[in-house]
């Protein structure tokens, strides 16, 4: 289908104004949609902001399902992957009638893996969940993919769902009793024979990790679409670098310890086993003893760590020698000989103090122990490698890629400088629809009176609106302390806090109430879509520069400085605004939405990079007194 072809698709009295109710024309979606066909037809890259309000979806969708190419789209989120796959993508293909074969495909630890729930069936230690384990085994006779998701009763926590499902490490794959009837296994085919395969960015990079051994999850792609793609350098960094973690290590002792108790000759090994559980839970306590993420070198220096982590080491080497002569014995063994090869491997880069790889080691905190890890500074030519394996047309779209107009700041560091760019503005007229408020005489954002006099600037504007509010904050910290703030000042409002209730709930919660007040954190700042008058206040408590003393960030800022750039012009400041749009996104959904953006920072004023930061927002009226903010607070909020 021509790109004039796709252009009348979306054009007034086309197929999809006739096929699907309350369809309506937008000039830059058929300018997207176009661009996309073009860039299909030609097998070049585009990087496209399409803002909020476009339909997006729809405009590399209907492009996708008429190109005649194999098309792989990967998503933000499992969220968003399932909404494109069982909402967007359904209608679509009925309004243009196509055939054509579509698949939904996620990660291995969705779905339910057989072979693990039968031996959680027959194990002792598991047997307070056997009534549990037994309806899923019924369930699982009936079910047509697995996906953990849609099993009955209470979701899964996330040690059961550990248990019944599999990971990279500790599939048996070919080998497995169970291969036959594998769930992963017919997603895989399913997506191997299909036109057009939806997954999310986490599967998508796993998946080029996987085929440098010579394995593969996603077939081989004509053209491949990137939604959320603002997600794709941090996401980028993180797949590319290596990770060990003391779960992992006591997860490996645990699966072979449960392989060892069939058999009565391998003292070897097990003697190597219960030293490798004492040796890392030596290494756990030092992560308990407190800390953040930190440079390697720095959690070295503390008494006793190194001589811990050399330790550790040593008994890996000790395990694999010990597994080697079983390998042939069960296909658990060989599963779990190749587990500690692949950890053995990934112990000695991220344990390694030596920086001249040009990659940084950092350790973290995770539950009651940490993880090592080995990040890279430089991700464009492991992405260049990536896209390689999909040789067509790469797309990558989101309503934030742009730092104002400028898109370096993410297409610099994937090495896609170069790239044809499209920026469409929302099609909302914000304008009329919204309003800004930038309250006064603040103090700056490190004084110890900062949150009170927020959360103090808050509470008549929220008043006014008679709640229907989100205050989007930068830290878990503030997240507690507005909570309990404006809990205190509003009592005639339900004031609700991320992790009350997990975010599903919460949003339902936030949306049924009409007056509520929801204070969270990063997982609120995107992927979140209220629309109508249960949201009409917007409330950001300070700019999001990423906070100081990470180390991957604060090597990376290293980096450029060293390289003659400006950290804070060619990454931070960059890196908030994008976010901050993010953020501000949420105000306005819908052509019928109106709202109020509240900005407390300060700095908005008072420094210049503040009206940089202004002018990236979408263009609406800045209300000039606290009065005008009342006033039209009480005008759109619901009678």
């Given at each position: 289908?021509?790109?004039?072809?796709?252009?009348?698709?979306?054009?007034?009295?086309?197929?999809?104004?006739?096929?699907?109710?309350?369809?309506?024309?937008?000039?830059?979606?058929?300018?997207?949609?176009?661009?996309?066909?073009?860039?299909?037809?030609?097998?070049?890259?585009?990087?496209?902001?399409?803002?909020?309000?476009?339909?997006?979806?729809?405009?590399?969708?209907?492009?996708?399902?008429?190109?005649?190419?194999?098309?792989?789209?990967s998503t933000g989120t499992k969220n968003l992957q399932d909404q494109l796959f069982g909402r967007d993508l359904p209608r679509l293909r009925e309004a243009l009638g196509t055939r054509l074969r579509v698949s939904l495909l996620k990660g291995r630890s969705n779905y339910l893996c057989l072979h693990r729930m039968?031996?959680?069936?027959?194990?002792?230690?598991?047997?307070?969940?056997?009534?549990?384990?037994?309806?899923?085994?019924?369930?699982?006779?009936?079910?047509?993919?697995?996906?953990?998701?849609?099993?009955?009763?209470?979701?899964?926590?996330?040690?059961?769902?550990?248990?019944?499902?599999?990971?990279?490490?500790?599939?048996?794959?070919?080998?497995?009793?169970?291969?036959?009837?594998?769930?992963?296994?017919?997603?895989?085919?399913?997506?191997?024979?299909?036109?057009?395969?939806?997954?999310?960015?986490?599967?998508?990079?796993?998946?080029?990790?996987?085929?440098?051994?010579?394995?593969?999850?996603?077939?081989?792609?004509?053209?491949?679409?990137?939604?959320?793609?603002?997600?794709?350098?941090?996401?980028?960094?993180?797949?590319?670098?290596?990770?060990?973690?003391?779960?992992?290590?006591?997860?490996?002792?645990?699966?072979?310890?449960?392989?060892?108790?069939?058999?009565?000759?391998?003292?070897?090994?097990?003697?190597?086993?219960?030293?490798?559980?004492?040796?890392?839970?030596?290494?756990?306590?030092q992560f308990a003893s407190g800390g953040l993420r930190e440079r390697l070198r720095e959690f070295h220096g503390r008494f006793g760590v190194a001589d811990t982590v050399l330790l550790l080491g040593e008994k890996i080497d000790t395990v694999v020698q010990c597994l080697k002569p079983l390998e042939e014995r069960?296909?658990?063994?060989?599963?779990?000989?190749?587990?500690?090869?692949?950890?053995?491997?990934?112990?000695?880069?991220?344990?390694?103090?030596?920086?001249?790889?040009?990659?940084?080691?950092?350790?973290?905190?995770?539950?009651?122990?940490?993880?090592?890890?080995?990040?890279?500074?430089?991700?464009?030519?492991?992405?260049?490698?990536?896209?390689?394996?999909?040789?067509?047309?790469?797309?990558?779209?989101?309503?934030?890629?742009?730092?104002?107009?400028?898109?370096?700041?993410?297409?610099?560091?994937?090495?896609?400088?170069?790239?044809?760019?499209?920026?469409?503005?929302?099609?909302?007229?914000?304008?009329?629809?919204?309003?800004?408020w930038l309250p006064p005489n603040l103090p700056e954002p490190n004084d110890p009176a900062y949150t009170g006099a927020c959360a103090a600037a808050m509470r008549p504007v929220i008043d006014a609106s008679g709640g229907g509010a989100f205050v989007l904050c930068t830290s878990h910290r503030a997240l507690q302390?507005?909570?309990?703030?404006?809990?205190?000042?509003?009592?005639?409002?339900?004031?609700?806090?991320?992790?009350?209730?997990?975010?599903?709930?919460?949003?339902?919660?936030?949306?049924?109430?009409?007056?509520?007040?929801?204070?969270?954190?990063?997982?609120?700042?995107?992927?979140?879509?209220?629309?109508?008058?249960?949201?009409?206040?917007?409330?950001?408590?300070?700019?999001?520069?990423?906070?100081?003393?990470?180390?991957?960030?604060?090597?990376?800022?290293?980096?450029?400085?060293?390289?003659?750039?400006?950290?804070?012009?060619?990454?931070?400041?960059?890196?908030?605004?994008?976010?901050?749009?993010?953020?501000?996104?949420?105000?306005?959904?819908?052509?019928?939405?109106?709202?109020?953006?509240?900005?407390?920072?300060?700095?908005?004023?008072?420094?210049?990079?503040?009206?940089?930061?202004?002018?990236?927002?979408?263009?609406?009226?800045?209300?000039?007194?606290?009065?005008?903010?009342?006033?039209?607070?009480?005008?759109?909020?619901?009678?």
């Amino acid at each position: 289908m021509s790109v004039a072809d796709i252009e009348a698709l979306f054009a007034e009295g086309g197929t999809l104004t006739q096929a699907i109710p309350g369809f309506v024309p937008r000039a830059a979606q058929q300018q997207m949609a176009a661009a996309v066909a073009q860039a299909f037809e030609s097998g070049e890259n585009l990087i496209v902001e399409a803002g909020t309000g476009t339909g997006k979806t729809f405009a590399y969708l209907a492009p996708a399902l008429k190109s005649g190419k194999r098309v792989v789209i990967s998503t933000g989120t499992k969220n968003l992957q399932d909404q494109l796959f069982g909402r967007d993508l359904p209608r679509l293909r009925e309004a243009l009638g196509t055939r054509l074969r579509v698949s939904l495909l996620k990660g291995r630890s969705n779905y339910l893996c057989l072979h693990r729930m039968h031996k959680a069936r027959q194990d002792v230690r598991a047997r307070q969940a056997w009534a549990r384990l037994a309806e899923i085994e019924q369930w699982s006779r009936d079910t047509p993919n697995g996906e953990l998701s849609d099993m009955p009763g209470e979701a899964p926590d996330e040690t059961f769902a550990a248990r019944i499902s599999s990971t990279a490490d500790n599939c048996l794959g070919s080998k497995c009793p169970d291969f036959a009837d594998c769930f992963v296994v017919k997603a895989r085919r399913a997506a191997a024979a299909a036109d057009l395969v939806v997954v999310n960015h986490a599967l998508l990079f796993a998946d080029h990790i996987i085929r440098q051994e010579g394995f593969r999850v996603l077939p081989g792609a004509d053209a491949v679409v990137i939604d959320e793609a603002h997600q794709l350098p941090e996401m980028a960094l993180r797949h590319f670098g290596q990770r060990v973690s003391t779960q992992q290590l006591q997860a490996l002792a645990r699966d072979t310890a449960s392989e060892v108790d069939k058999w009565n000759d391998t003292p070897d090994l097990t003697l190597a086993l219960t030293e490798l559980v004492e040796a890392t839970a030596r290494l756990e306590a030092q992560f308990a003893s407190g800390g953040l993420r930190e440079r390697l070198r720095e959690f070295h220096g503390r008494f006793g760590v190194a001589d811990t982590v050399l330790l550790l080491g040593e008994k890996i080497d000790t395990v694999v020698q010990c597994l080697k002569p079983l390998e042939e014995r069960t296909a658990e063994f060989s599963g779990c000989l190749e587990r500690a090869l692949k950890l053995q491997e990934r112990w000695y880069v991220v344990s390694d103090n030596d920086t001249r790889d040009q990659q940084v080691r950092w350790v973290e905190p995770i539950g009651r122990g940490g993880a090592l890890n080995a990040t890279p500074l430089e991700v464009a030519k492991p992405f260049a490698e990536m896209r390689a394996a999909h040789p067509g047309a790469w797309i990558f779209t989101s309503a934030t890629l742009a730092a104002g107009k400028d898109f370096q700041h993410f297409s610099g560091p994937l090495g896609l400088s170069g790239t044809p760019e499209l920026k469409l503005d929302s099609p909302f007229d914000y304008a009329t629809q919204a309003r800004l408020w930038l309250p006064p005489n603040l103090p700056e954002p490190n004084d110890p009176a900062y949150t009170g006099a927020c959360a103090a600037a808050m509470r008549p504007v929220i008043d006014a609106s008679g709640g229907g509010a989100f205050v989007l904050c930068t830290s878990h910290r503030a997240l507690q302390s507005y909570a309990g703030l404006l809990r205190n000042a509003l009592p005639h409002l339900p004031v609700l806090a991320q992790n009350d209730f997990p975010k599903a709930e919460l949003l339902r919660r936030f949306v049924e109430a009409g007056n509520a007040v929801l204070v969270a954190t990063a997982s609120f700042w995107e992927g979140v879509d209220v629309k109508g008058h249960a949201l009409r206040l917007v409330i950001i408590d300070k700019l999001p520069f990423a906070a100081p003393g990470d180390p991957v960030l604060d090597a990376k800022l290293d980096a450029i400085k060293q390289a003659g750039g400006n950290p804070f012009n060619d990454d931070q400041l960059p890196r908030a605004i994008v976010t901050l749009r993010q953020g501000v996104g949420r105000l306005i959904r819908d052509e019928t939405d109106r709202g109020l953006l509240m900005l407390c920072d300060p700095r908005l004023k008072s420094k210049s990079y503040g009206r940089k930061v202004l002018a990236s927002l979408p263009p609406m009226p800045v209300l000039g007194t606290l009065a005008e903010t009342e006033s039209w607070m009480r005008l759109i909020r619901p009678i």
